[in-house]
């Protein structure tokens, strides 16, 4: 019988894998910390399901890759708009 949090792993599993969301979208998403999702998807999932937590680090890994461009993309929006005002 799974417990709620295997269900949640899951679920936080596909979610990321469907929307290519970050763990901090996610995190928000459900109501929980971002530690957590980050536990859900690293060690929960594997021992479930190891063929979903591959696919799942696969974007967590295009997500590490660009969040410095994210990063400097908020950046910049944050000095744009208090330059407008």
Do not use: C, Q, W
């Not at 459900?30 to 479930?48: A, L, Q």
């Not at 974007?59 to 969040?67: C, D, I, W």
Request: glycine share 4%.
């Amino acid at each position: 019988m799974k417990t709620y949090i295997e269900e949640r792993a899951v679920e936080v599993a596909k979610f990321m894998i469907h929307t290519n969301a970050t763990v901090r979208e996610t995190a928000k998403k459900f109501g929980i910390s971002k530690s957590t999702v980050h536990k859900d998807i690293t060690d929960r999932v594997e021992r479930i399901d190891p063929e979903l937590a591959r696919s799942v680090r696969a974007v967590l890994e295009v997500n590490k890759a660009e969040r410095h461009i994210r990063g400097g993309l908020a950046t910049r929006e944050k000095y744009l708009h208090s330059k407008n005002k």
